[in-house]
T-cell receptor, first 113, second 114 residues
């Protein structure tokens, strides 16, 4: 049973465009939702995170939109750049779950010049 | 860079052997979590160590074990290696405690089991 479903699997965007990656979750006990960026051969790097009491959070070109009733959240990358080409993972964590981040399967983003 | 370091960077073992992977947590962090990332997949939680004790475990068999030391560094040990154990092993450190969920990942150890 996949607790966090991520789409699309891959995404191609032109430089300057908006990249949108979506995630859906099932467990309403999740209360922390981070997004990670991973380059080939590297560990995941935290981009931005949100809690369910907030509907949107913005940090630079990265925005998380959160819809608690639909149990969905998404990452928007504004003004996408070739350097943003990487794999992006959404994740979710239950309060008090001793660090058990549940990851989506990832989205491979390619930003074309 | 997160300040989380892992060693070695790459490792090749044969089926049935044992392996030990090491992780140094970021300064000020007392909690280490280990994850397994198969090729093309998201990381999967193995277990977490807090104050030198296992503090949560994912769906991994007992041949996956760990340690945490007084300086909060950690080891992951895998016995009786299987071909499916080939993966990137990631450790992540965090401050621990309520409201301190943010986990910072190291670069990983790439393990190949032949």
């Amino acid at each position: 049973q996949q607790q966090v479903k991520q789409s699309p699997q891959s995404l191609i965007v032109q430089k300057g465009g908006i990249s949108i990656i979506n995630c859906a979750y099932e467990n309403t006990a999740f209360d922390y939702f981070p997004w990670y960026q991973q380059f080939p051969g590297k560990g995941p790097a935290l981009l931005i995170a949100i809690r369910p009491d907030v509907s949107e959070k913005k940090e630079g070109r990265f925005t998380i939109s959160f819809n608690k009733s639909a149990k969905q959240f998404s990452l928007h990358i504004m003004d996408s750049q070739p350097g943003d080409s990487a794999t992006y993972f959404c994740a979710a964590l239950k309060g008090g779950s001793q660090g058990n981040l549940i990851f989506g399967k990832g989205t491979k983003l390619s930003v074309k010049p | 860079e997160t300040g989380v370091t892992q060693s070695p960077t790459h490792l090749i073992k044969t089926r049935g052997q044992q392996v030990t992977l090491r992780c140094s947590s970021q300064s000020g962090h007392n909690t280490v979590s280990w994850y397994q990332q198969a090729l093309g997949q998201g990381p999967q939680f193995i277990f977490q160590y807090y104050r030198e004790e296992e503090n949560g475990r994912g769906n991994f068999p007992p041949r996956f074990s760990g340690l945490q030391f007084p300086n909060y560094s950690s080891e992951l040990n895998v016995n009786a290696l299987e071909l499916d154990d080939s993966a990137l092993y990631l450790c992540a450190s965090s401050r621990g405690g309520a409201g301190q969920e943010t986990q910072y990942f190291g670069p990983g150890t790439r393990l190949l089991v032949l």
